[in-house]
């Protein structure tokens, strides 16, 4: 049979068109796989197969891995608890056994769950934290989740874990008690009383070493200046500087042994400044007065000038000096820093009780 | 003519569901306010403002799991006048809810401390917790024995709270108060020694010290102001706010209210000597 030459040339063109229709048909399936590929972690529809769980040890947050089925069986693994094995390392979980799943849903990115009451169950605030703060960081640990909501039988809980607003979605859990920021560290310092307000600028800088070495001066530590961790730790739990002696009104101490200033009003410590007085035991211990003052003092025996100078006994005065290290290194007076001496010279007026104490530590 | 039937069957229809169509769109049963004896079952409002006071799960208006000083105490009520508590209600924000004219609660425990609006909306009972101000100390610093003493110290308190206004008008210090901007700071500022002496509310001051005991000092009293948080009982419910009073009186006397305070507080704020 001889097929009409229209119909030829048509079949031709479909033969040629074909390739082209696939290629058009293949793309949307090819971006659709993509978007389930890119969707399925959050929706746990595909297997998470490497997961982290979160529990506590000594109260501080820790991440062992899991090999769980999405994230259902993440949670799972959250409220079954740590293995015995992961028990003997220490790892406890604050959440109560026992607790229920009743809904887990995921949109937006938001991971919903809805537990039973035994979530909420006791009164101790740290456990009710720190529960919350295992599911979030547990929740949060899934590929594409990037907030938590949590609610307790089909309600929000009001006021039940300290520190969290559940009326909201968590995006974070809280952060972790030991690690303050550099500006929380130089408040710290400024509340105890090593440097002044306006030193807290949040970047590190010599007057903050500085407050760091008068504090461990204080405390009896390495005299470094530097905020080691052992520093930290000592600072989370200071308290400000107590006077030596007791007496009303406004007074200088001068600690030889520990080479630091304390200024005080009222028996309470106003500043603690960072000195160095004269080696060899040449700064005299006792009770003085400061009675004189220069802005601009000439050490005559020295051939040097002296900022900022409030003589309390013969020719030994606080002042300010280029260099004040940790020892003691004068030829007797008291070396403060250029930021410190007016400070002192501000505080220490004519008439100002100055004790010398060795052996105050 | 067939037109007119239908028309006639679904009229007879509508008016013979209208009532059960009614009865649908009125409001769930409310507890009856109106009733003339008390109610044995009470419906309780909490305010959930504060953790200790109160705190649960909030699904619709109802509080599931509710807890605290102020559910507590309101279970315990309800047993002394001869009642129970069949459920809790969130009243949020308090203040609105109370000038609403049906309540759907026969008590309220919501922090409410006595106004116009709260007297104008319900009958008020007699405190059952003070809200005055609590003075907390540093370290080693010697009990003030009268505001006198506090005079020459450095004291803080939070910005623009009660104590702060406290401070300036009752104290009146020698030198400019601290405000903190959050409790967690101004907790921090008497550990350190920045300031002296922190004014909190008492209703916060066992929490405040809770777990710093050895880095803050005690407790050292509080300044007598006369107020205090109080009951709400909605007009018409049947309960009489006199046997609620004395309900409140018993509870005190037998140290009920000592002792859920020291519970849900961390200590009894009438416990803590006065300043004067």
Redesign the interface.
């Known amino acids: 049979m001889r097929v009409p030459h229209a119909r030829r040339r048509s079949r031709r063109r479909e033969r040629e068109l074909r390739p082209v229709r696939r290629v058009r048909l293949a793309i949307p399936a090819v971006v659709g796989a993509c978007a389930l590929l890119v969707a399925a972690p959050a929706l746990g529809a595909t297997d998470v197969r490497r997961g982290q769980v979160w529990f506590l040890r000594d109260g501080e947050p820790v991440a062992v891995s899991r090999t769980a089925p999405a994230m259902p069986g993440l949670l799972r693994a959250l409220l079954a608890g740590p293995t015995r094995a992961e028990r003997a390392k220490r790892l406890r979980s604050a959440i109560p056994a026992g607790t229920d799943v009743r809904t887990l849903t995921i949109a937006r990115r938001v991971a919903t769950v809805d537990l039973g009451s035994r979530f909420a169950v006791g009164r101790d605030e740290a456990s009710l934290t720190a529960r919350v703060g295992q599911l979030v960081r547990t929740l949060r640990s899934v590929p594409g989740v990037v907030g938590v909501r949590i609610r307790v039988e089909g309600g929000v809980p009001v006021g039940l874990f300290p520190g969290y607003d559940l009326r909201r979605t968590v995006r974070a859990p809280l952060a972790s008690q030991s690690a303050p920021t550099f500006r929380d560290t130089q408040q710290l310092l400024a509340d105890l009383g090593f440097m002044a307000q306006t030193g807290v600028t949040g970047r590190p800088g010599d007057e903050t070493t500085v407050a760091v070495l008068a504090f461990e001066k204080w405390r009896g530590m390495a005299r470094d200046g530097v905020l080691s961790a052992g520093v930290l730790k000592a600072l989370a739990h200071a308290t400000r500087p107590e006077p030596v002696r007791h007496a009303p009104g406004k007074r200088v101490e001068l600690l030889l042994d520990r080479q630091l200033a304390l200024a005080i009003v009222n028996d309470r410590v106003e500043r603690v400044f960072h000195i160095s007085s004269g080696a060899g035991g040449r700064t005299p211990s006792g009770s003085f007065r400061v009675y004189r003052k220069e802005r601009l003092s000439w050490s005559v025996p020295f051939s040097v000038w002296m900022p900022w100078a409030s003589y309390f006994t013969g020719g030994i005065a606080f002042h300010e000096y280029g260099y004040v290290p940790a020892y003691p290194a004068s030829h007797g007076c008291v070396r403060m820093m250029a930021r410190d001496a007016p400070l002192m010279y501000a505080f220490a007026t004519t008439g100002t009780p100055v004790d010398v104490l060795r052996g105050t530590a | 003519m067939r037109n007119r039937r239908a028309f006639l069957v679904i009229a007879v229809c509508a008016l013979a569901t209208a009532p059960i169509a009614a009865q649908a769109a009125e409001p769930s049963p409310q507890p009856s306010p109106t009733a003339a004896a008390p109610p044995v079952q009470l419906v309780v409002a909490l305010g ?1 403002r ?2 200790a006071l ?7 208006s ?1 509080v ?2 509710a ?2 000083y102020e559910a507590e105490l309101a279970r315990i009520l309800a047993r002394r006048l001869g009642a129970h508590v069949d459920r809790f209600v ?1 009243l949020r924000p308090a203040l609105r809810l109370m000038a609403g004219a049906p309540s759907g609660w026969h008590l309220a425990l919501a922090g409410i401390e006595p106004s116009r609006a709260a007297r104008g909306a319900a009958v008020l009972s007699d405190p059952y917790l003070t809200t005055d101000a609590a003075v907390v100390l ?3 610093l010697p009990r003030p024995r009268s505001v006198a003493d506090l005079r ?1 110290h ?1 004291l803080c308190a939070l910005r623009g709270s009660e104590e702060a206004r406290t401070i300036a008008t009752a104290v009146r210090p020698a030198s400019a108060p601290l405000l903190s901007r959050s409790v967690d700071r101004l907790r ?2 008497l ?4 300031c ?1 002496a922190a004014l909190v509310p008492a209703i916060q001051a066992g929490r405040f010290v809770r777990g710093h005991g050895s ?1 803050l000092g005690p407790v050292a009293g509080r300044f007598p102001s006369g107020r205090g948080l109080v009951v709400a009982v909605a007009r018409g419910s049947g309960l009489d706010v006199h046997a609620v009073n004395a309900a409140l009186t018993r509870l005190r006397n037998d140290g009920t209210l000592g002792r859920l305070a020291r519970t849900w507080l961390g200590l009894d704020p009438a416990a803590l000597r006065t300043l004067r």
């Open positions: 959930l504060d953790p109160d705190a649960g799960v909030v699904r619709g109802e599931l799991l807890r605290g969130a540093r370290r080693h020459g450095l921090e500022q550990r350190t020694g920045a002296d880095e």
